[in-house]
């Protein structure tokens, strides 16, 4: 129930405050949030699962942001478009979490 007041109370915000992002950061920034995304989703599938340790979610939230972020910071500077393999992966691994997900709620396995 936190997590999904916590979720509401984000969407609010940024609609009501919205943040702009220079153009010069947009690729940084989009794929440090693909990570957030990707630990957050990870964390909801290892908690459906009875295995969510905090201190394993925002370890790998913020390790994952910040790594995410410096690759493309990395990829930019070698003018390689690193940013593009780390969009894939973490879009992959999110796609991957949400079909357990969904089997964990539907209990498809079951079936």
């Known amino acids: 129930m936190i997590a999904l007041l916590g979720l509401i109370a984000g969407l609010l915000i940024g609609i ?3 943040v702009h992002i220079p153009q010069a950061y947009s ?3 989009a794929v ?11 964390g909801y599938s290892a908690s459906l ?14 390790a994952n942001s910040f790594t ?18 780390a969009i894939f992966a973490f879009g992959n691994r999110i796609f991957l979490n ?3 997900i969904r089997r964990k709620l539907i209990k ?3 079936i």
């Open 27 to 29: 690729n940084y920034a």
């Open 49 to 62: 699962e009875g295995k969510f340790n905090i201190k394993i979610f925002l370890s790998g939230f913020f």
């Open 68 to 85: 995410a972020a410096l690759l493309a910071y990395i990829g930019d500077k070698l003018g390689i478009q690193i940013h593009l393999a």
């Open 32 to 42: 440090a949030i693909l990570a957030a995304l990707d630990s957050i989703v990870g």
């Open 16 to 18: 009501f405050i919205p």
């Open 108 to 110: 498809a396995d079951d």
């Open 98 to 100: 949400i079909g357990n």
